[in-house]
């Protein structure tokens, strides 16, 4: 692993056995990673870089302008979102049963008294799990029709980059957790855009075409997202 400045952006350079490079700016403070091919010298990274320093700064500036949730101590009183609606979160305590529902404007979590801030995030991330595992089948089986690929597989998990991610070979689909706490729209945005790489590997102006017959206001939506309240990320 090595860095080099352009610009006064500090960019982190990782070789991998793959063919071509790609960039990437990485939340929550926006920085800057390329992963380059071995065989790459220090000059061709370095124009490569230059070369995309203006999209570099325009993600950047994303970051800087989004608003992110202070860091959580699942307490009553803050505020959390399932489908794009914000929820006033209620603790309560039982020795019975860890429960998680909405109750009118509140999102009740029910735990014991003892429980740990990690213990309660678990807790809620599992029922975020639930809500996106009982809503995905629905949205995909939509998507695939319009799209008029299958994919064999899909699973959730909770990734700090990404909203989704595929495995073009596997016709494996991964979502990120996250999602559960978007507008239902991001979410058919993602399987749609993850269902689009089954045709078109690249982020191309092939690929573009595709979500623009498929998926018409998918730029919208993608702003929608980008713009959506996002998590507290540990540096």
Same mark, same amino acid.
């Given at each position: 692993m090595s860095k080099l400045i352009i610009g006064g952006i500090e960019i982190t350079i990782i070789k991998k056995n793959i063919k071509n490079m790609y960039i990437r700016v990485l939340p929550p403070d926006g920085a800057v990673q390329i992963t380059a091919p071995y065989g790459a010298n220090e000059e061709t990274i370095r124009m490569f870089a230059?070369?995309?320093?203006?999209?570099?700064?325009?993600?950047?500036?994303?970051?800087?302008?989004?608003?992110?949730?202070?860091?959580?101590?699942?307490?009553?009183? #803050?505020?959390?979102?399932?489908?794009?609606?914000?929820?006033?979160?209620?603790?309560?305590?039982?020795?019975?049963?860890?429960?998680?529902?909405?109750? *009118? *404007?509140?999102?009740?979590?029910?735990?014991?008294? #003892?429980?740990?801030?990690?213990?309660r995030e678990n807790v809620l991330n599992e029922w975020y799990r639930e809500q996106l595992k009982q809503t995905i089948? *629905?949205?995909?089986?939509?998507c695939e029709h319009v799209v008029g690929v299958s994919c064999a597989e899909w699973q959730v998990k909770n990734m700090r980059t990404k909203w989704g991610t595929c495995n073009i070979e596997k016709?494996?689909?991964?979502?990120?957790?996250?999602?559960?706490?978007?507008?239902?729209?991001?979410?058919?945005?993602?399987?749609?855009?993850?269902?689009?790489?089954?045709?078109?590997?690249?982020h191309n102006d092939q690929f573009k075409q595709y979500m623009d017959q498929f998926f018409p206001n998918w730029r919208d939506v993608k702003e929608?997202?980008?713009?959506?309240?996002?998590d507290y990320m540990e540096e």
């Open positions: 230059v070369s995309r320093i203006s999209w570099i700064k325009k993600q950047r500036k994303n970051f800087e302008n989004q608003a992110r949730q202070t860091k959580r101590q699942y307490v009553t009183g #803050e505020s959390y979102y399932v489908w794009g609606k914000r929820y006033r979160l209620d603790v309560r305590y039982s020795n019975i049963r860890n429960e998680v529902r909405i109750l *009118g *404007g509140k999102l009740i979590l029910q735990v014991r008294k #003892e429980s740990t801030p990690a213990q089948p *629905g949205v995909l089986e939509r016709r494996r689909i991964w979502l990120n957790l996250q999602l559960a706490k978007k507008t239902p729209k991001c979410l058919a945005y993602v399987i749609t855009h993850e269902l689009v790489h089954f045709l078109e590997r690249k929608t997202l980008n713009q959506q309240m996002l």
